[in-house]
């Protein structure tokens, strides 16, 4: 049984930070590429940041510089450091893993107050 468990989510003002963490079980982590998305309400979930397999990272263009996404294949779990957060950062954060197959966790919810 595959499961991917987000946590690290909560209340913070605008320019804090945050670490999100997602704790994956049932899959051969190292061998999938991860992501995280978000979704705020009214609208489409867009990718946030994702890794290969092989380490390469790319960002979405609202969170660039701001954001870092990383993975320790070794306790497999992935995380997202996210600092200068902005009241528009705020969503819910879903962790997904992707091989043949695509997995998504059950998301955690970011609030940025301004």
């Known amino acids: 049984q595959v499961q991917l468990v987000e946590s690290g989510g909560g209340l913070v003002q605008a320019g804090g930070s945050l670490r999100l963490s997602c704790a994956a079980s049932g899959i051969s982590f190292s061998n999938y590429a991860m992501g995280w998305y978000r979704q705020a309400p009214r609208s489409q979930r867009e990718l946030v940041a994702s890794?290969?397999?092989?380490?390469?990272?790319t960002y979405g263009d609202s969170v660039k510089g701001r954001f870092t996404i990383s993975r320790d294949d070794a306790k497999n779990t992935l995380f997202l450091q996210m600092n200068s957060l902005k009241p528009e950062d705020t969503a819910v954060y879903y962790c997904r893993a992707t091989d043949w197959y695509s997995y998504w966790g059950q998301g955690t919810q970011v609030t940025v107050s301004s």
């Open positions: 890794i290969s397999s092989g380490g390469t990272k």
